[in-house]
């Protein structure tokens, strides 16, 4: 089945514990993204990769890091976590940039206390 | 950044009600998606618009690429429980690998 798989699910953490969120697609999509999504501020795009060793900055990306090594994989990185970056994560993919349609992960709410 | 203005923000209907949403941009997109999402899920594709004045089905729903390529609207025919969700359009902007979204609208049926 395509899918695009996010992991974990759900996650606590405390102020400054660095963690990761993985993405993981298999549809060999050149495109992937991540996304957070905030009650209000809809949804806003925090680093995206337009292929492997090809990322650049979103709308917001201040505390994330993101990494391309591989094509499927696309995992986001919050070195020192704080709590404005409580929210829902989406990782997508999408087979190019160009005028295709993004694929959603089912997302990783994450708390930050 | 870009911004797409998405209206209505949330809707109340009636089972069996038809729906209209749409979107609108200060500038050009080449492209125009519609998404859902449940909750506790991720947005789910269900059109997507590559053409001006391109209009598209997709069982009971319908979305339009508009003629000036800055703003799509989305309609839903004989609405039913099930299509209760939170509808965001997307678009990309001409120029850009960017796809930027409307901040949704909330439709509740009552049954």
């Known amino acids: 089945e395509a899918q695009v798989t996010q992991n974990p699910r759900y996650l606590i953490t405390v102020t400054g514990k660095k963690l990761t969120v993985t993405c993981s697609q298999n549809?060999?999509?050149?495109?992937m993204s991540w996304y957070r999504q905030d009650p209000g501020l809809g949804l806003r795009q925090i680093y995206y990769s337009m292929n492997v060793e090809v990322t650049d900055k979103g709308d917001v990306p201040e505390g994330y890091k993101v990494s391309r090594k591989e094509k499927r994989n696309f995992p986001l990185i919050l070195e020192s976590p704080s709590p404005n970056q409580t929210s829902l994560y989406f990782c997508?993919?999408?087979?190019?940039?160009?005028?295709?349609?993004?694929?959603f992960g089912p997302g990783t709410r994450l708390t930050v206390t | 950044g870009q911004q797409l203005n998405q209206s209505p923000q949330s809707m109340f209907i009636q089972e069996g009600e038809d729906v209209s949403m749409n979107c609108t941009s200060s500038s050009i997109f080449n492209t125009w998606l519609w998404y859902k999402q449940d909750p506790g899920e991720g947005p789910v594709l269900l059109i997507a618009?590559?053409?001006?004045?391109e209009l598209t089905s997709n069982g009971r729903l319908t979305a339009q690429f508009g003629i000036t390529r800055k703003d799509s609207f989305l309609n839903i025919s004989a609405s039913i429980p099930s299509d209760v969700g939170i509808y965001f359009c997307a678009g990309q902007p001409g120029g850009s690998e960017k796809l930027v979204f409307g901040k949704g609208t909330k439709l509740t049926v009552n049954p």
């Open positions: 618009l590559y053409k001006a004045g």
């Open positions: 549809m060999n999509h050149e495109y």
């Open positions: 997508a993919s999408s087979l190019s940039a160009r005028g295709h349609e993004q694929y």
